[in-house]
């Protein structure tokens, strides 16, 4: 092969990629535009329009309340059995409605109920703050019985699995984890760790935010118990989208939910003024979900099941080994650090790369005026530049010109014509 740093090269990966026929599939509107965003939010199917026109003109706007009945009754459960697919999980082991940060909420309140007699919660400090903010609130409304223990990392991007050995006891009750750090991109060993807290009879429960569809997660093959996700990064439902949760078969009966709305009830309509649970996965809905964006997850999905987990993790990570090799030829000189573990194994499907100015460098890779068009990438504090590679639509060529791009904005100091002010979302 030609050498790396050719946009040649770069052209020729893209042509022998056996993925690339999926970029098609979501609107690219500005061709020039390189959308490596890591992920927050996913782009746009193109199918996703035309669904949801249908699903605001037909079934809202034409067919109304039947509609109800017709298709949004079973949409949290229908969605619910796709994801399940993508995630080693059974149809009826997934459903989905909520914001993650709810879900995670609900399925931790349940562990600590179930674990009565234990008092320890162990995340740790690499994780979403969200997840942590729910154990705090969770830890004051139970009376604060409960301690939150945070396994620290060494160097910011990896987790040590024998520090984390150490610190689970008799008193733990549950693990939460992201699956896939959202920062460093650190990836956890979901077998070893959900081993460990089983030998400890303590649960787990993951968030798989920056894993569900963009790497394979087998929950049953590791015997997790629980999980929660959002679906609006690799997923590409939608700015907003409700998220996931999984309750694995053995534990929904005896999982209490704590926000037992009318949709976790056994029959809604019979209007019972006492709660009645739901059978299975069912009862941990509450209310109304978000029909809507519910609806958009839809068309988003099929693309990720037909493309198949194991082929956009292979592509991942061969788009990944790309980044770094160019990182390595073109910017490590330049101040340039990886955020992110070294080994494609223990990595997700973005890359942090750390510079003291990262936050100025974003600023100027999303700047028209700059260079041959716009790079979007999303800033991390303190000086993360984090780079999401979503293999259905990321070329390599997108891969190659962001990374040139980078290198002239800090070998000219372009960065220093814009200010260090942070924006409301980076
Ligand atoms: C890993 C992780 N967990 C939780 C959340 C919060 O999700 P939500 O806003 O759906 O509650 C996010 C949001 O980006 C996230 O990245």
């Given at each position: 092969?030609?050498?790396?740093?050719?946009?040649?090269?770069?052209?020729?990966?893209?042509r022998?990629?056996?993925?690339?026929?999926?970029?098609?599939?979501?609107?690219?509107?500005?061709?020039?535009?390189?959308?490596?965003?890591?992920?927050?939010?996913?782009?746009?199917?193109?199918?996703?329009?035309?669904?949801?026109?249908?699903?605001?003109?037909?079934?809202?706007?034409?067919?109304?309340?039947?509609?109800w009945?017709?298709?949004?009754?079973?949409?949290?459960?229908?969605?619910?059995?796709?994801?399940?697919?993508?995630?080693?999980?059974?149809p009826?082991?997934v459903?989905?409605s909520?914001s993650?940060?709810?879900?995670?909420?609900?399925?931790?309140?349940?562990?600590l109920?179930?674990?009565?007699?234990?008092?320890?919660?162990i995340?740790?400090?690499?994780?979403?703050?969200?997840?942590l903010?729910?154990?705090q609130?969770?830890?004051?409304?139970?009376?604060?019985?409960h301690?939150?223990?945070?396994?620290?990392?060494?160097?910011?991007?990896?987790?040590?699995?024998?520090?984390l050995?150490?610190?689970?006891?008799?008193?733990?009750?549950?693990?939460?984890?992201?699956?896939v750090?959202?920062?460093?991109?650190?990836?956890?060993?979901?077998?070893r760790?959900?081993?460990?807290?089983?030998?400890?009879?303590?649960?787990?429960?993951?968030?798989?935010?920056?894993?569900?569809?963009?790497?394979?997660?087998?929950?049953?093959r590791?015997?997790?118990?629980?999980?929660v996700?959002?679906?609006?990064?690799?997923?590409?439902?939608?700015p907003?989208?409700?998220?996931?949760?999984?309750?694995k078969?053995e534990?929904?009966?005896?999982l209490?939910?704590?926000?037992?709305g009318?949709?976790?009830e056994?029959?809604?309509?019979e209007?019972?003024?006492?709660?009645?649970e739901?059978?299975?996965?069912?009862?941990?809905?509450?209310g109304?979900?978000?029909?809507?964006?519910?609806?958009?997850?839809d068309?988003?999905?099929?693309?990720?099941?037909?493309a198949?987990?194991?082929s956009?993790?292979q592509?991942?990570?061969?788009?990944?080994?790309?980044?770094?090799?160019?990182v390595r030829?073109?910017?490590?000189?330049?101040?340039?650090q990886?955020?992110?573990?070294?080994l494609?194994?223990?990595?997700g499907?973005?890359?942090?790369?750390?510079?003291?100015?990262?936050?100025?460098?974003?600023?100027a890779?999303?700047?028209?005026g700059?260079?041959d068009?716009?790079v979007?990438?999303?800033?991390?504090?303190p000086?993360?530049?984090?780079?999401?590679i979503?293999?259905?639509?990321?070329?390599?060529?997108?891969i190659y010109?962001a990374?040139?791009?980078m290198?002239?904005i800090?070998?000219?100091?372009?960065?220093?014509?814009?200010?260090?002010?942070?924006?409301?979302?980076?």
């Open positions: 092969m030609d050498n790396l740093n050719t946009i040649a090269h770069a052209r020729e990966l893209d022998l990629d056996s993925l690339a026929r999926f970029r098609k599939q979501f609107l690219i509107d500005d061709p020039s535009l390189i959308y490596l965003d890591g992920n927050s939010l996913g782009r746009l199917p193109q199918k996703t329009g035309e669904h949801m026109e249908l699903v605001i003109r037909e079934q809202w706007g034409k067919n109304l309340i039947r509609s009945n017709e298709h949004w009754y079973d949409q949290s459960a229908r969605m619910g059995k796709k994801i399940a697919q993508l995630i080693g999980a059974d009826d082991e459903i989905v909520d993650t940060s709810v879900n995670l909420y609900k399925l931790a309140y349940g562990a109920k179930l674990m009565e007699d234990r008092t320890e919660i995340s740790d400090d690499m994780n979403f703050p969200s997840d903010y729910i154990m609130g969770l830890i004051k409304q139970l009376g604060g019985k301690k939150l223990n945070l396994l620290k990392s060494p160097d910011g991007i990896s987790l040590d699995m024998s520090q050995t150490r610190m689970v006891k008799q008193s733990t009750a549950l693990i939460t984890l992201s699956h750090a959202y920062k460093s991109s650190f990836l956890y060993d979901m077998e760790v959900t081993e460990l807290a089983h030998q400890h009879d303590a649960l787990v429960l993951w968030d798989l935010s920056h894993s569900a569809g963009a790497v394979p997660v087998s929950l049953n590791a015997g997790a118990d629980l999980a996700g959002c679906t609006y990064k690799y997923l590409n439902g939608g907003g989208s409700p998220a996931f949760l999984f309750v078969r534990l929904q009966e005896r209490e939910n704590p926000i037992q009318w949709f976790g056994r029959n809604p309509f209007f019972n003024l006492n709660y009645r739901s059978e299975g996965i069912r009862k941990f809905l509450s109304t979900p978000p029909v809507i964006s519910l609806s958009g997850l068309p988003a999905l099929d693309i990720v099941l037909e198949g987990m194991e956009i993790r592509k991942s990570v061969a788009q990944s080994e790309y980044l770094l090799s160019l030829q073109n910017l490590t000189d330049l101040g340039i990886l955020g992110s573990p070294e494609s194994e223990r990595r499907s973005h890359l942090s790369l750390k510079h003291d100015e990262a936050y100025r460098i974003c600023k890779l999303t700047d028209p700059v260079g068009g716009v979007i990438p999303d800033f991390r504090e000086n993360n530049i984090r780079l999401g979503s293999p259905l639509y990321t070329t390599y060529e997108d010109r990374i040139l791009q290198k002239e800090i070998l000219e100091k372009l960065y220093e014509n814009y200010p260090n002010t942070r924006d409301q979302v980076t």
